[in-house]
């Protein structure tokens, strides 16, 4: 634990022992002690401008235990408030970021897409025929990646950031499409086609939206993927 953490809990434990000898009946509570991160409360009681709260209770509330010895009472912290002695803020999910797993697995599919839209940008830009097959290699290869990415989600970043990846999947394997059915269709393919493509814009804004998660370790959605 740090040291202000510690010292927080051991206040906490030792103001708490003291209601081992007991309440007298006449007190009344006129509080209630929450803990954050943890359902529930527990009464308190003021007695001379003290506070004072059943150390049972108390153990109850954060999932902790009681040792007896003697006249020694050991209050023992639940292992999921980790070495630093507190559990994750409300406002953050104990299973937030990306995993290392993931990340490496979603780095590696989206430098598959790159790869596949820069040899689909070269053939555009420089007429050259375009074949399906080669294209095949292109999306197969980003699609065994992508799987592999899927298996390796585990965390809620993980799953919102797959959806966006599918989406950057889906959209690139729509303009491939595109661009083979006009050249399938003896249709003119100017040079600057992809330039003026709505689609393709989607894909590159889709990318930096991407990289930038990847960069920060947090999930973000600004709609750029849909």
Request: aromatic share 6%; glycine share 8%; with cysteine.
């Amino acid at each position: 634990m740090h040291g202000t953490a510690r010292g927080g809990w051991q206040t906490l434990v030792m103001f708490t022992m003291v209601t081992v000898l007991g309440f007298s009946q006449t007190n009344q509570q006129d509080g209630t002690l929450i803990v954050s991160g943890h359902a529930g409360q527990v009464p308190v009681i003021h007695i001379n401008g003290l506070s004072y709260v059943a150390v049972d209770a108390l153990a109850r509330l954060i999932n902790g235990s009681i040792g007896y010895q003697g006249s020694q009472i050991t209050l023992t912290l639940p292992a999921t408030l980790g070495a630093e002695g507190t559990t994750p803020p409300a406002n953050r999910p104990a299973n937030s970021g990306f995993s290392k797993d993931f990340l490496r697995a979603g780095i590696e599919t989206m430098s598959d897409i790159r790869e596949w839209r820069s040899a689909l940008l070269n053939i555009v830009e420089n007429g050259y025929p375009v074949f399906s097959d080669s294209m095949v290699h292109y999306s197969m290869q980003a699609a065994t990646d992508l799987r592999l990415t899927s298996v390796a989600a585990t965390t809620d970043s993980d799953h919102n950031a797959l959806k966006l990846l599918n989406k950057e999947f889906d959209h690139m394997q729509e303009l491939s499409n595109k661009i083979l059915t006009m050249r399938k269709n003896l249709t003119y393919i100017a040079p600057d086609t992809l330039k003026n493509d709505s689609l393709d814009q989607k894909i590159i804004t889709c990318a930096h939206a991407l990289a930038a998660m990847a960069a920060s370790n947090e999930f973000q959605d600004n709609g750029s993927c849909h």
